[in-house]
């Protein structure tokens, strides 16, 4: 392998933990921010319960008022009903008496009411206040965390920019350019050759461009993907042993609460992997382009479990082998790592070989019929 080679390769692993550290270090504060939010939304329910608890006290001071006005009202009317002199003059006085009765009934009946609903509204208060509690608390914590985090997460990046500024130092300058631009338009620059195929974008190298590779006297660059290609024969070794590895292909359970699919084509991203889980009653999507393994889109979440929450993902999908925890995908962040991009690609060339292999098994029976039976 060319020493230039060997530091872009180091470099492509600098520049992947630069990004994966730019990006933890931008989305902490977006998380702060949410919570932030949240606690707002609270607060604000708080305070509508508060707002609700006065007013109700308020309406119930006025009801408590007109009773009180009501009974005075009646004490006068008796008074005056022992000086009437006509039997109209008494009976106009008992049917305003009757009348102050019924106000007093209705503002009774209110003060009733007010007094059922304080219940709710001291739970609601109660709860609301509770809540400002826990979301405070949760609050101060998140922010220690994503303090710390962004601290090691500095750190760390300041140590990884001065290891990308040696490395760049040793590679040709047209190299570099190129090796940056393609990587800033598709996310690697630099890609592996391993059985005539360019890991990266799965393209089949010409015979000629794949024994330049092989020979590691020039850099050569994938004619589809236009990644500066590498060998390394100990890879090879492996893919050419597919027989014995194939064979132990381990096939993916039907009922896992996790699934990974290869897609050919996938909206406008082209060739994906796609994780499709079960968790906590509710069924997740992870889309990642497949060649650099970065995840395309938002995490999509839909009702019920995966198989039929997103049944035209699965129809004409390849299924395989994969199993990672939500909280590790959760920390990959907007790329999975090699190590899983590598194990699906392997795993797909696996499942591919094993298709092939069946539909060669079944044109072994024959169709036509043997030419010596034509003669006769
Ligand atoms: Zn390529």
Known sequence: MLP???NLLHL??????????????????????AIEHKLADTKLQLEKAQAAVKADEAARRKYETAITDARGKISKYRDQSLAVKTNEQYKALLQEIQFAEKEIAENEDKILELMVNADTRDKEVKAAQADLKSEA??????????RQRTAEDEKQLTEWRAKRDQMRAGVNEDLLRHYERVSKFRGSGISEVRDHKCMACQVMLRPQTYNDVRTGQQTVVCDSCQRILYFNPANEMQALEPEHKRSRRHHPKIDASQAWYYRAEFADAGEVFLCLSNVAGQATRRVFDMGTGRLIGDILIREGDYRHAFPEDIAGAIRLNGSWSETEMENWGTEMPMTALDSLHTDLEAARFEMSSRTSAKSDIPSTVPTGQVAS
């Open 12 to 33: 492509q692993d600098a520049d992947k933990s630069i990004r994966r550290l730019q990006d933890e270090i931008a989305e902490l504060p977006k998380r702060v921010a």
């Open 137 to 146: 608390a949760e609050i101060e914590k998140e922010k220690e965390e994503a």
């Open 4 to 6: 230039e080679i060997e």
